[in-house]
């Protein structure tokens, strides 16, 4: 009852979906959102990103921010010549699949984030997903932001809404937006490390309750897995936010720094939470195979006692079978039924010396 209630609060304040996808979008099949920001405030009007470039060099001040998902290497040659980006770092974001990372190109911060996203479930199985991954890659420079997004969740959307909402925070220029998408990216990892906490504990009960069956150990590992790509998502990340939040880094002034420093101790809040799930999963791993092992011993033991005791009617039958002439009490009138007799009291004799010990 508590989870499925844990479960429909996240649900409850699941962040919204960006409406600007591009899908939908006016400005391009990759662009998603191009906006252009001055003292904090967002200016009225969408337009092309060469206009809102113009407009910002000729005024000299304010920054735009230019959202894309998912484009295609003509799609971002434009917008990379327009910017002037570093064509190692274009061909990142445009391949995806990298490691989180924080790499200056002369005055401009490339930077590269995975976000993770949990996969709501009614219970775990042992094909289960339980996390999804994307990218976010951001290039940030004097005066711009360039955010390139992979995979289906990750939005922006709702983010640069409360970012709208605070623009004396805007005003910082693009690292406030860097260190707003850093802190977002972080968050939905405490969202996703709290969620996983439930199915631990639903593993672990199920473990070490009395109907625990021998498939769970398909669970356990399917959850260590999905803890694994949630742990490679994460780790990665530490070197980056530390670099941005004590290091020189182009645009990162030290009035920025310590927004970056309190990043690093939410990631270090989730570092510390996937080791000691890596633990206690590998704890419950453990002792899954230990209740395994323990009952097919006892089901040996059964068989074995069974064994025991068939062993003595057969072996009388056995004896009674070799067809001899001169064997006693073979043509007694009585024999047969002194046989099963004594074939049935050994049984029971014996029946009743295992279960005093155990075995049955």
Known sequence: MI?????????????????????????????????????????????????????????????????????????????????????????????????????????????????????????????????????????????????????????LGPLREALEETPEQLAKGPAAVLHAIADHVVDDYLVVIDAMQDDVDAVETAVFSDTAGRG???????????????????????????????????????????????VSDHLARVNEQIGSFDALLDSILQAHLAQVTVAQNEDMRKITAWAAIVAVPTMVCGIYGMNFDNMPELHWKYGYFLALAVMAAACFAIHRGFRRNGWL
Not at 221 to 226: A, F, V, W
Request: glycine content about 8%.
């Open 3 to 155: 989870r499925n209630l844990r479960r429909a609060v996240r649900r409850a304040y699941r962040r919204t979906v960006d409406l600007s996808h591009p899908a939908r979008s006016p400005l391009g099949s990759a662009v998603v959102n191009c906006v252009v920001y001055r003292d904090g405030v967002r200016q009225p009007g969408d337009c092309p990103v060469e206009e809102a470039v113009r407009r910002v060099r000729r005024a000299k001040e304010g920054f735009v921010w230019v959202g894309l998902h998912e484009p295609s290497a003509e799609e971002f040659a434009g917008i990379a010549e327009l910017f002037g980006l570093h064509p190692l770092a274009v061909e990142d974001a445009v391949r995806a699949h990298q490691r989180p990372q924080v790499q200056p190109y002369d005055d401009v911060l490339f930077a590269v984030f995975k976000t993770v996203g949990y996969v709501e479930h009614e219970e775990l199985t042992a094909t289960s997903e339980v996390v999804e991954t994307g990218e976010l890659m951001i290039f940030t420079g004097p005066d711009f932001v360039v955010t390139v997004r992979h995979g289906k969740h990750g939005s």
């Open 216 to 262: 769970d150990a398909g669970r356990i590992y399917q959850l260590k897995r999905e803890l694994l790509e949630f742990k490679r998502a994460v780790t990665p990340l530490n070197r980056p936010l530390q670099a941005l939040a004590t290091g020189p880094m182009p645009l990162i002034g030290p009035d920025t720094q310590p927004y970056f420093r309190d």
